[in-house]
Structure formats: C-alpha cells, structure tokens
C-alpha cells in the first residue's frame, strides 16, 4: 500500500517535469499534445513495466531488508537488556566490594584500637616491671653498700680497738683477758 502511493507520487513527477519542459519549448510556438501525451504514454508504459517488471524483487528486497532491520533491532534490543542485567550485576559486584572493603576497614581499625591498647597496657606493664626491679637493684645497692660500709666501720673498729688494746694491755690486764677467756669456755663446757 505504501509502495503503490509511493510509485504514484513518482509518477506524478515525472509526468510534471515532462510537462513543464514541453511547455518551455512550445511556448514560443504553439502547444503539442501529440507530444506531450505521447511522453506521458512513454512514461507510464516505462515506468509501469519497471514497476510490474521489479515489484516482486524489490518487494522482496524490501521485505527481506526490513526483517533484517527488525531482527537487528530484536537483537540489539536484547543485547542491550543483556547489557544492563551485565552493568547491574557489575554495581552489585561493585557495592559488595565496597561493603566488604568498608567492614575490612572496620575491622582493621578495630584491631588497630585493640592493638593500641593491648601495647599501651604491656607497655605500664613493663614500666611497672622495669621500676620494680630498678627499687629491688637500687635497695639491693644501698644494701650492698650498706654491708661494706658496715665491714669498713667493723675493720676500723677492730683496728681501733687493737690500737687501744695494744696501747693499754699490760701483763696484768692480759693475765686478766685469760682468767675470763677460762672461765667463759668453763661454763660453755659445763652446759654441754
């Protein structure tokens, strides 16, 4: 139905044009319509036998061309369903990554935290740790010292002592030092 108004506005033309040129022709002289009806003629039988000669292969050329259109239309419009199930399912895949990249963070900063205080808690650990030890090795300095400078006061008493005892011991003095030395081991002896 298309095709047949299509072939009559074609020909409409034509037969326009054709006329329009004889005009211009005839015009200085007078008008032949032996001429002009025999284009028309000529026109109509050429393009009428055009037209019946290759209805059927440009009918089917046509057909066959907007099947093709409609297939790759069909198709396109499934590939490009495809297409956006493919581009939906990649922002899924893509927001899950991001969720799980957001609870990895999560977690991560978490540990951290905990990382954080488990340290800072081993760290007054240790601090307690160290000042016990350093009291515990400052005491057993001052101990330490404490002893030797108790050996010194002791040998320079003992040696003060051996000074006064040798500048003050007499035979009788030192016969004395015996009797009670004697009388002393007595009692151990007895009590034994």
Known sequence: MILKSKVSIIIFLLVTVALFASVEEEQAHHFDWYGFFGSVINAVILFGGLIY????????????????????IINRDKNLEKTSNQLKELQNRIDKIEREVQQIKDISRKKAEDEVKRIEELGKNECEKIKLLTKKEIDVKIESSIRRLKSKIADLTVEHFKKDIISELNDKSHDKIIEKNIEISGEIIERE
């Open 53 to 72: 000669l290759l209805r059927k292969p440009i009918g089917e050329l046509l057909y066959k061309r907007t099947l093709e259109v409609k297939t790759d």
